[in-house]
């Protein structure tokens, strides 16, 4: 299983879903928030699960980055929002998704995901 979690982390991040580093493109980007959430939840049943090879640490650390990024692909994109004059209500409303998500990020990262996904989506529709 740690295997398939390194592939899926692999092709997550070179996905041409991604428009530069932290921008993902409207159309496909949500392909990828599902493949991190996918990635998250299997790395946490590892970690949950005592029988297995890898350092729990190492795990963490690989969730831990997982939604750092999510977080950070969130903000891109509620800033972008901003710097163009999108929408005010949906700003706002991608805002709120983020800082639900950072309230999370912590003891549930798997949630957290879900609400950074919100939050992109969000800031993406305040400018179409």
């Keep these: 299983m740690r295997g398939h979690s390194i592939k899926r982390l692999t092709r997550l991040t070179t996905n041409p879903s991604w428009s ?4 993902l493109r409207l159309k496909s980007g949500t ?6 959430h996918e ?3 299997k790395l946490s049943g590892l970690l949950k699960n005592r ?4 350092d729990s640490n190492t795990l963490q650390g690989f969730i ?3 939604v750092d990024a999510e977080q950070l692909v969130a903000l891109t994109a509620i800033d972008d929002a ?3 004059g999108g929408d005010p209500r949906l ?3 991608a805002k709120d998704a983020l800082a ?4 999370r990020a912590a003891t549930n990262p798997s949630k957290a995901l879900v609400f950074y996904e919100k939050a992109w989506k969000a800031a993406k529709a305040a400018v179409i």
């Design 20 to 23: 530069g580093d932290l921008r």
């Design 31 to 36: 392909v990828v928030l599902n493949q991190a």
């Design 39 to 41: 990635a998250v939840v």
């Design 51 to 54: 029988k297995h090879s890898t």
């Design 64 to 66: 831990d980055r997982i």
């Design 82 to 84: 901003a710097r163009l």
């Design 91 to 93: 700003i706002a409303r």
């Design 100 to 103: 639900d998500g950072d309230a």
